[in-house]
């Protein structure tokens, strides 16, 4: 599977960026039974799940984004999105998605004070 992370930037505290995840060479039948998600690794941190949403669009959040993010997806673009908003400079990381046991490149994302 080969994913297409995009829509990372820099952004001021209290804004706000919205990531996509294509999965360009999935045909519809196979995309829409996986589930799909985005971890970020800040510099010097380990790798941390944000968020994750199942084929039946259930949704789970990591503490430190409820409220602020969230994750939807598309199947007929074979795409999955993370709405951010009111970011905070913790927030700052390389993003990645997953899906179908694949990661994408990482989409940088930085949070000016």
């Known amino acids: 599977v080969q994913l297409q992370a995009s829509g990372g930037g820099l952004v001021q505290a209290g804004g706000s960026l919205r990531l996509s995840c294509t999965a360009s060479r999935m045909i519809f039948s196979t995309f829409s039974p996986e589930a799909g998600a985005w971890y970020r690794q800040a510099p010097g941190k380990q790798r941390e799940l944000v968020a994750r949403i199942d084929s039946d669009r259930s949704t789970m959040y990591a503490d430190s984004v409820k409220g602020r993010f969230a994750i939807s997806r598309d199947n007929s673009r074979k795409q999955v999105y993370l709405q951010m908003n009111s970011l905070k400079p913790e927030d700052t990381a390389v993003y990645y998605c997953?899906?179908?046991?694949?990661w994408g490149q990482g989409t940088l994302v930085t949070v000016s004070s």
């Open positions: 997953f899906f179908a046991d694949s």
